[in-house]
């Protein structure tokens, strides 16, 4: 004979573990798209590293010669990396790039805010992603 304080417990438990399957698909999909935004503002970063790179400075070139790396125009890399941020941004809204020239490497930084899918409660529901990319243009004599 069955007794009736058995009544919906599988239902509880039913419950209970669809609760968590919830909770852990919104924490697959919120990294899925920090993991994702990170690798698309990493490559952002590469991309406008490698343009602000190729921006020769011609007359430090003849000034001092050809030495292991190419001098690179300050102007000419900032206006590079501008003109990559343009186009980068239409893939990526909200992308912001900054170059700055340590000695004859270019080094970029690039940052993004995401907006996780699925908020947590008492959170802001967005995340900021960064990345650092150097390139220089290396000579060969």
Do not use: C, H, W
């Amino acid at each position: 004979m069955r007794g009736r304080r058995d009544d919906g417990t599988v239902l509880v438990l039913v419950i209970g573990f669809a609760f968590i399957l919830v909770v852990m698909v919104a924490v697959v999909v919120n990294v899925s798209a920090v993991v994702l935004a990170k690798r698309g503002v990493a490559s952002a970063a590469d991309g406008a590293a490698v343009s602000a790179a190729q921006s020769l400075d011609v007359e430090a070139l003849y000034r001092d010669g050809l030495r292991e790396q190419l001098p690179l125009n300050v102007a000419e890399a900032r206006g590079r990396v501008a003109t990559y941020s343009t186009q980068a941004e239409l893939q990526q809204p909200g992308l912001a790039l900054v170059v700055r020239l340590d000695g004859r490497t270019a080094v970029v930084t690039a940052s993004r805010t995401v907006r996780l899918p699925f908020p947590v409660p008492g959170s802001t529901g967005s995340v900021l992603v960064e990345s650092v990319a150097r390139a220089r243009a290396p000579a060969a004599p």
